[in-house]
């Protein structure tokens, strides 16, 4: 097949309209987060966890101020299986009082998202990112 001629590859093609592009954001969304997971440390999957988890729990924020139940209930069900994946993952033997700490922090978490009202949820993002700081904190070289 020969080589295209350099106006045919200068010239601009039609965008993609409706399902294929949304089709190919979400392809392109999950291959990008396929590698940032396969390259990431621990230390790197937990503040992935965390960015999602404040994303998930300001939108079940907002959803609730707007009367959104399906979009909060969405959010909200994201948000736990997030909380329930890092509380699994603690050492409470190795990592004594943080993990014995953090796994409050989770089981609050869970009641506030259960709660389900603005105020509730809130609290929840405000505590949420709290924990992602501490833990971006931890990640920062020393020197």
Known sequence: M?????????????AMQGENRSAALRHYRSVT??????AASPHELVMMLFDRLTQLL???????QQAEAVRRVRATER???????????????????????????YAL?????????????ASATFAAEEIAAAWRTIGQPRG
Request: avoid cysteine; glycine fraction near 8%; aromatic fraction near 2%.
């Open 2 to 14: 020969p080589f295209p001629a350099a106006d045919q590859l200068l010239r601009p093609r039609p």
């Open 109 to 121: 978490l869970r009641a506030q998202l259960m709660d389900g009202s603005a105020a509730a949820l």
């Open 33 to 38: 987060l396929e590698a940032r997971v396969a």
């Open 58 to 64: 300001r939108e079940a924020r907002d959803a609730a």
């Open 79 to 105: 948000a736990l299986a997030i909380i329930d994946g890092l509380d699994s993952t603690l050492d409470h033997d190795r990592g004594g009082e943080v993990a014995d700490a953090l796994g409050r922090a």
